[in-house]
């Protein structure tokens, strides 16, 4: 549970960034998805393919939301009609929105319990 709350922040914060980025002149349509990821799997101590998977959806989906918001067909600006027609999107969008949902999977995943930690030095 803390992890989606995790990625609910991570999402937004993502979202913004996006829009932010672009008025700088950057095309970062992955961030949002990175973000939601690694606010999904920041929060939390295990590792989880579940919540991975919930999370790449959920970035996948909100990659194509800011892509709507930023820049919606001219045909008809409706979200409907942008769904009807992704296919129609550049390909490096496209490729930026899966590459958001694929960071966000891997991000997302958290660690495993039995990774190896840093070794901690003791004083002298």
């Given at each position: 549970m803390v992890g989606l709350i995790g990625a609910a922040a991570g999402g937004i914060i993502g979202y913004?960034?996006?829009?932010?980025?672009?008025?700088?002149?950057f095309y970062a349509l992955m961030l949002p998805g990175a973000l939601l990821g690694a606010g999904?799997?920041?929060?939390?101590?295990?590792?989880?393919?579940?919540?991975?998977?919930?999370?790449a959806m959920f970035a996948v989906a909100l990659?194509?939301?800011a892509e709507w918001r930023f820049a919606p067909f001219r045909a008809?600006?409706?979200l409907g009609y942008f769904f009807a027609h992704v296919q129609q999107l550049r390909p490096l969008t496209l490729v930026?929105?899966?590459?958001?949902?694929?960071?966000?999977?891997?991000?997302?995943?958290?660690?495993?319990?039995?990774?190896?930690?840093?070794?901690?030095?003791?004083p002298p």
């Open positions: 913004f960034a996006f829009f932010w980025a672009a008025q700088q002149g999904g799997g920041l929060l939390v101590r295990d590792k989880s393919v579940l919540r991975a998977a919930i999370c990659g194509l939301f008809d600006q409706g930026m929105i899966a590459l958001g949902g694929v960071f966000g999977f891997w991000l997302a995943l958290g660690k495993s319990p039995n990774a190896p930690q840093a070794p901690t030095s003791s």
